[in-house]
């Protein structure tokens, strides 16, 4: 199947993003699954309002198995294709903590794997697109300081995937989600 420009999913009632300080920028590189680049950015809008982040800029690289595993060896050593990795770009100096402990100023790339998520939808029978705004969810909660390195961090950072997935109007994830190897730089 080539992948699409178009929008054909149909769209749940969800909030829409409110902030207009935070940019989002989209880019499909890979053609073996159809992808909503138009929806994708507005998840993460909506999931980036949610977390409370200001003037952050991230960007969303969506790739096919073959480029997520080049970047996942060159990165953490591990030759074989991987959910999600993700980067924090941000200069230190200009990364804020508010008074509630939210991260503002955030720069960083987020890139995750359509032909991963197409397979592992198959799996867990949900929507291919359900599960690449998970893949960029988990990578956004990566970006604003979770980890998944412990049980009780694992435990916390899953807590807040289904919180976020609620916020922008997709179901809970199917099940729970395995140790991941995403990469913060």
């Known amino acids: 199947m080539a992948a699409s420009h178009h929008c054909s999913t149909p769209r749940p009632p969800h909030p829409q993003a409110t902030s207009g300080s935070n940019k989002v920028v989209v880019c499909n590189r890979q053609r073996t699954t159809a992808v909503c680049s138009k929806t994708l950015k507005r998840f993460c809008l909506v999931a980036i309002d949610a977390l409370g982040m200001t003037d952050s800029d991230i960007s969303l690289a969506i790739v096919n198995d073959k480029v997520i595993a080049e970047l996942h060896e060159t990165w953490l050593g591990i030759s074989s294709p991987t959910d999600v990795l993700s980067f924090d770009l941000s200069s230190h100096a200009h990364t ?6 939210k991260r503002h100023g955030i720069h960083g790339e987020i890139i995750a794997s ?9 799996v ?20 604003v300081g979770y980890d998944d390195q412990t049980p009780s961090e694992r435990i916390s950072m899953r807590r ?11 179901p809970s994830p ?6 991941t190897t995403c990469h913060r730089r």
Not at 160 to 170: F, Q, V
């Open 96 to 101: 804020q903590l508010s008074q509630h402990r």
């Open 114 to 122: 359509a032909e991963t998520a197409s397979r592992e939808a198959r």
């Open 124 to 143: 867990y029978g949900w929507s291919p697109e359900n599960e690449l705004t998970y893949y960029l969810i988990h990578g956004l909660l990566h970006l």
């Open 160 to 170: 807040k995937e289904r919180a976020i997935m609620k916020a922008i109007g997709l």
């Open 174 to 179: 199917p099940r729970r989600r395995p140790k």
